[in-house]
């Protein structure tokens, strides 16, 4: 069983919400992202996303843009990022998933990228920019490798649609709140709650939502409906604020501690 597949059966069995974070790999660079992906499993992620930058993010928002371009500017490449996962999979057993657009895939090979990142211990992966209907090589490689692709389904969806990508996707299905870009936001859409208990009743396969949870609150409010909450902006906020920072691993970690108690039930407040 995929270790995203067991994550998710345990958490059903314990009564929690998988906790699910983001941060740009090689922001600000490669060797804090591994002493930050530590920093996160330690402090109550279950799930770490690890976005691979790229010059034209379009599902991505300022915040995370300029995070992409950091990575960029630091020389960073997919195979570096495949190569950084092997080094934390020996120390970390949470899953990892890269979250890619498709160009980067194309140019690595989709069949070298598949076997590569299901050898090191690449978990799952998330391209914002591959609709279901080109992407059925890169679908049966990962499949064949027990790797999940995670597909997102989006409030414009239609009924056809979400039913298609529910079927196909594979460790969790990815609800995006918003009908626009990724960022923080103060106030979340007042439809979630009916979105996601209509999308529940479609599939078996876990929901995740993201898009704009920046919050312990939020996190704790989302968490009632799906069964886990993907927080991105925010963390990489951090990590932009105070990336020159020798405790930026430490700070990461305390902000991914107050998400984990707000989802878990509780609620802090703590400056990071």
Do not use: W
């Not at 997919?78 to 190569?83: F, G, V």
């Amino acid at each position: 069983m995929n270790r995203i597949n067991e994550v998710f059966a345990r958490l059903k069995e314990e009564g929690r919400k998988a906790l699910i974070t983001f941060i740009t790999a090689g922001d600000p660079s490669l060797e804090k992202t591994s002493a930050m992906v530590m920093a996160m499993a330690e402090n109550g992620a279950d799930i770490i996303e690890l976005g691979v930058p790229f010059s034209d993010p379009l599902a991505d928002g300022p915040t995370i843009q300029a995070a992409s371009m950091r990575a960029i500017h630091q020389g960073t490449t997919l195979k570096e990022i495949i190569a950084m996962v092997k080094d934390i999979r020996s120390r970390c057993a949470t899953p990892l998933v890269l979250m890619s657009y498709y160009n980067p895939i194309m140019a690595y090979g989709v069949s070298d990228f598949v076997a590569d990142a299901a050898a090191v211990g690449v978990n799952g992966v998330i391209i914002p920019d591959l609709p279901p209907e080109e992407g059925e090589q890169l679908r049966q490689e990962a499949e064949a490798k027990e790797v999940a692709l995670i597909q997102l389904v989006a409030p414009t969806s239609t009924p056809e649609r979400i039913a298609r990508l529910c079927r196909l996707s594979r460790g969790f299905v990815y609800y995006v709140m918003v009908t626009g870009i990724t960022g923080t936001r103060r106030k979340l859409p007042p439809a979630i709650p009916e979105s996601l208990k209509q999308l529940k009743n479609l599939t078996k396969t876990p929901i995740a939502a993201g898009f704009g949870i920046s919050t312990p609150e939020q996190a704790a409010e989302v968490g009632q409906y799906a069964d886990g909450v993907i927080v991105g902006s925010a963390l990489v906020k951090i990590v932009a604020e105070h990336g020159a920072e020798l405790d930026l691993p430490e700070r990461l970690g305390s902000f991914v501690h107050q998400l984990r108690f707000g989802l878990d039930g509780g609620l802090i407040e703590k400056e990071v």
